[in-house]
């Protein structure tokens, strides 16, 4: 019922700089976060950044100073400005929304994107 699709991804030189974008759409009501996340080849899942309704952000430590990330509420749209990109942030990139349903019963839903790829290599 919701549906997120990334976009932005592919490969970038070390100290080169990449911009993520994530859209939902669906029967939406609200949305309460957006936010990133990252898997590596042979590693689980990790935690990159983060943003509320209200617009307060978290980051990972392995990207604070690097990635910023920044919404577009009116677009249901969240960006993911990467720069500095280091080989270590090789992995796919996929997007989530936690959030209301639209209708009587506004249930809660929890989304995510089915990824894309970022290579950080020379």
């Known amino acids: 019922q919701v549906q997120l699709v990334e976009s932005g991804g592919g490969l970038v030189q070390p100290g080169g700089s990449l911009r993520l974008s994530c859209a939902a759409s669906?029967?939406?009501?609200?949305?309460?976060?957006m936010g990133w996340y990252r898997q590596a080849p042979g590693k689980q899942r990790e935690f990159v950044a983060t943003?509320?309704?209200?617009?307060?952000?978290n980051y990972a430590d392995s990207v604070k100073g690097r990635f910023t990330i920044s919404p577009d509420n009116a677009k249901n749209t969240v960006y993911l400005q990467m720069n500095s990109l280091k080989p270590e942030d090789t992995a796919v990139y996929y997007c989530?929304?936690?959030?209301?349903?639209?209708?009587?019963?506004?249930?809660?839903?929890?989304?995510w994107g089915q990824g894309t790829q970022v290579t950080v290599s020379s």
């Open positions: 669906g029967n939406i009501f609200s949305i309460n976060l």
């Open positions: 943003i509320t309704s209200g617009g307060s952000t």
């Open positions: 989530n929304a936690d959030g209301r349903l639209s209708g009587y019963i506004r249930r809660e839903f929890s989304s």
